[in-house]
């Protein structure tokens, strides 16, 4: 089982590479980064006491916007480990019932089956290159098909005809020169000459989903049942003219899944996403129950209800096989304006034990926002603008201005964090998006100035704000 190395993830170097892309919230980073570094160290311990240690499941208190999702996706990312986000509130749709919240293990199980295979198309890549090249080579220079058998007319023409020996001679010097074009072509196609040469390939076609439209009860069962039922039919083939450099692309998965070992592929597939697959459960606030014994609220208590098993621990069977659910960490998180974390049933507030409490945005943090993290709002637009020969300045006072008109609007209007940045950058950029490009390259300098002019309107007229920002 291949599993994250040790001694590279500790807390303090999960902390830094959680800082190069959310701000603030330094205490939750430390809560859920102390949460992976003890999943890290379970595995170093023996089988037996191994077996007891269950993973502590994190409760994430506060507002929308202010990086509870991003944490959750980039902890996975960090550890290279299966993660799968759900909507509690996706449960209370009408149609599903208790077993369908068993779909969020099958989807965890489902990545964690494609990170693994990811990873063992990449070791045989260098064999699924040459399976590739031999198959464009076929397509440009055909094998002479070799009969497989010996017919009765053949056996009497060896003895009727005298010149057979000649024709035998012809055949082989024919092969001869085939083989040798061949080769030609094959060092042409690994030079990268023939990339624009357009080939005939011949490729499995796609089946169409079977048992659409069934509810969402049915959900998995018509998903298993259509896979069933594909395996069974004989697979049609069909054949697409493109271009050499486009076969390469088409062709490499297909060539290189046949060089994978499928039942290692389910096996630790499986192994990753019952010891090292998250579970984000967002918006469990939206289930809780509100002391009403009908209505909703007795849908939202079910769905605390059908979560409890799931995340206490249980065997869930997949299409690949059944998983334990036992040392999944479970990240649930809610803004929890409306009710608090002890409305939740006894029993599931039990099995979140640590609580990370985030704080709301600040004008300072928008501004770090804007400008800090690695895949910061302004650089993602500068870059953007760059393509089409835009040359875009932020200046700091026009930084600032936007930060505080985001932080202003959060106060005044409805607290949706950094969220409100998106669309503030989007209409200062608007009319610079719009123009370009243009005969050639320019510059814009955005400061306070540009900023007013292009919001100020809106943020003094209290109707424009609310519909607008």
Known sequence: MKF??????????IVSELDKY??????AKKLVAIALRNRIRRLSLDEEIRKDVIPKNILMIGPTGVGKTEIARRLAEIANAPFVKVEATRFTEVGYVGKNVESMIRELVDNSINMVKKEMMEEVKE??????EERIVEALVPSKKKKTQTSFTDMFQVFTQP????????????????????????EKLRNKELEDVEIEIELEEQASPLFLGMGPEFEDMGMQFGEMFESLMPKKKKKRRMKVSEARRVLEPIEAEQFIDQDRLYQ?????????????????????????SSGPDVSREGVQRDLLPIVEGTTVLTKYGSIKTDYILFIAAGAFSDSKPSDLIPELQGRFPIRAELSSLTKEDFVRILTQPKNALLIQYQFLLKADGVVVEFTDDGIDRMADIAYEVNEKVENIGARRLYTIVEKVLEEISYEAPASGEWEVRVDKNYVDLRLGDIVLNEDLREFIL
């Open 22 to 27: 959310i701000v603030g919230q330094t205490e």
């Open 163 to 186: 010149n057979q020996y000649e024709q035998d001679k012809n055949i082989r010097e024919e092969d001869e020169a085939i083989l040798k074009k061949r080769k030609e072509v094959l």
């Open 127 to 132: 064999k699924a290159q040459r399976a590739v």
């Open 4 to 13: 994250i190395i040790e001694n590279e993830l500790t807390p303090k170097k």
């Open 268 to 292: 630790e597939g499986l192994d990753r996403a019952q010891n090292q697959g998250i579970v984000f459960i967002d918006e469990i606030d939206k289930v809780v129950s509100k002391g009403s």
